[in-house]
């Protein structure tokens, strides 16, 4: 079992850059691809950005594209989410996840083991 604690996050203008971090534990969070997923008001949660557990192949929503930079430090058991040139559009809550299948996936079943959220919030 892996548990998933995140920091970061917090208010930025636009443009600006936040970074979201995640810890696990209870389990080698390197055994495991991961990604970021985030949930505005009012709309599904979707997926933002994933990482395979080598780190050497991630994936990325269009919308983030060129934007967002996901990483993986598994000396330290921990999860980045880089995010520059911030939008409105990109307020939401973002949560780190571990997934349980041995491709990039998009989707929320196949993750079992998700972080409790941390808000960002971006103003124009």
């Known amino acids: 079992q892996v548990q998933l604690v995140q920091s970061g996050g917090g208010s930025v203008q636009a443009g600006g850059s936040l970074r979201l971090s995640c810890a696990a534990s209870?389990?080698?969070?390197?055994?495991?691809?991961m990604a970021w997923f985030r949930q505005a008001p009012g709309k599904e949660r979707e997926g933002v950005a994933n990482i395979y557990r080598g780190g050497g192949r991630t994936d990325y929503a269009d919308s983030v594209k060129g934007r967002f930079a996901i990483s993986r430090d598994d000396s330290k058991n921990t999860l980045y989410l880089q995010m520059k040139s911030l939008k409105p559009e990109d307020t939401a809550m973002y949560y780190c996840?571990?997934?349980?299948?041995?491709?990039?996936?998009?989707?929320?079943?196949?993750?079992?083991?998700w972080g409790q959220g941390t808000q960002v919030t971006v103003s124009s």
């Open positions: 209870g389990s080698t969070g390197s055994n495991y691809n």
């Open positions: 996840a571990a997934s349980s299948v041995s491709w990039l996936s998009w989707r929320i079943v196949d993750y079992f083991s």
